[in-house]
Nanobody, 126 residues
Framework: QVQLVESGGGLVQAGGSLRVSCAAAGRTLSSYAMGWFRQAPGKERAFVAGISRSGGSTVYADSVKGRFTISRDNTKDTVYLQMNSLKPEDTAVYYC???????????????????WGQGTQVTVSS
């Protein structure tokens, strides 16, 4: 069992930046592909960014390319999502997810992930 805890959400003005973190409790993340998803009110949970277990490969949703950066520090069992040039439409609950993998794949769909954090709210005001 992997317990994931997100932190770093909050309220920011449009054009601002925020970094959210996801830490694993009691488990090393070096064998897990990791991802960030978001869910706005009334919408389905959507893929934002994914990273391979080594950190060498990343994938982004088109809506955040060039603005968001996913990274990981396996020595700290933590994954980060740096969000720049934030827009009101980025407002959502952000969730991190993990899945045990045996290659350096990047997973981009909710069904591919077995473990989820509780989410952290990000609100971007206009």
């Amino acid at each position: 069992q992997v317990q994931l805890v997100e932190s770093g959400g909050g309220l920011v003005q449009a054009g601002g930046s925020l970094r959210v973190s996801c830490a694993a409790a009691g488990r090393t993340l070096s064998s897990y592909a990791m991802g960030w998803f978001r869910q706005a009110p009334g919408k389905e949970r959507a893929f934002v960014a994914g990273i391979s277990r080594s950190g060498g490969s990343t994938v982004y949703a088109d809506s955040v390319k060039g603005r968001f950066t996913i990274s990981r520090d396996n020595t700290k069992d933590t994954v980060y999502l740096q969000m720049n040039s934030l827009k009101p439409e980025d407002t959502a609950v952000y969730y991190c997810a993990a899945n045990l993998v045996y290659t350096n794949v990047v997973l981009t769909t909710t069904t591919r992930y077995d473990y989820w954090g509780q989410g952290t709210q990000v609100t971007v005001s206009s």
